[in-house]
């Protein structure tokens, strides 16, 4: 198993230009999220989905879209990039039916918008 | 809201010193979730232990242990005998049982072991 990849690993931004995050696991997990890691925040959660088809917003929702077509991927996009989304990207995911809630997370992806 | 304070933001030890970071946590839930991921250099984050609130013995793997104690809502972390593989920073987080599995993650600890 691969377990969860991201891509690009690194992506430099003009404001306004948009882009998408991609994330893929092939461990069959269900729940699949993604935070962002800014410096002395830890990292905070932006979007989740507990299944394909259902997706909702987590704590730092703003700017960002989600959606979940398959079980496989949830990529992310941004609409329209700003300075302030310039940040470390981490997508993780876990298997929600086993109740064991440990999340397992890609190698992130690294983000600057100028 | 759930809530964690990982206060000390640097520590820095020399090798083979034993180190501990602490994590307090705030949650409402009776049933919840407590992890410990480490981030080294290289940046990804790796898992190194779940506990859930039910369970409050201790654990020890290799020169590991974990401390959980719910009287104080704590959940401490201790390498033994340091290496200097061991720096990097040190994520606490939480989990409550509400269905979903969303994680609130401490600011982290930046462990650095002098060789």
């Known amino acids: 198993n691969a377990g969860v990849t991201q891509t690009p690993k690194f992506q430099v931004l003009k404001t306004g230009q948009s882009m998408t995050l991609q994330c893929a696991q092939d461990?069959?997990?269900?729940?699949m999220s993604w935070y962002r890691q800014d410096p002395g925040m830890g990292l905070r959660l932006i979007h989740y989905s507990v299944g394909a088809g259902i997706t909702d917003q987590g704590e730092v929702p703003n700017g960002y879209n989600v959606s979940r077509s398959t079980t496989e991927d949830f990529p992310l996009r941004l609409l329209s990039a700003a300075p302030s989304q310039t940040s470390v990207y981490f997508c993780a995911s876990s298997y929600s039916r086993t109740g064991t809630k440990t999340q397992y997370f890609g190698p992130g992806t690294r983000l600057l918008v100028l | 809201a759930q809530k964690v304070t990982q206060a000390q933001t640097e520590i820095s030890v020399v090798e083979k010193e034993d180190v501990t970071l602490d994590c307090v946590y705030e949650t409402r839930d009776t049933t919840y979730y407590l992890f410990w991921y480490k981030q080294p250099p290289s940046g990804e984050l790796v898992f190194l232990i779940r506990r859930n609130s039910f369970d409050e013995q201790n654990e020890i793997s290799g020169r590991y242990s974990w401390n959980f104690q719910k009287s104080t809502s704590s959940f401490n972390f201790t390498i033994t005998a340091s290496q200097v593989v061991d720096s990097a920073v040190y994520f606490c987080?939480?989990?409550?049982?509400?269905?979903?599995?969303?994680?609130?993650f401490g600011t982290g600890t930046r462990l650095t072991i002098i060789p």
């Open positions: 987080a939480l989990s409550e049982d509400v269905g979903n599995e969303k994680l609130t």
């Open positions: 461990m069959n997990h269900e729940y």
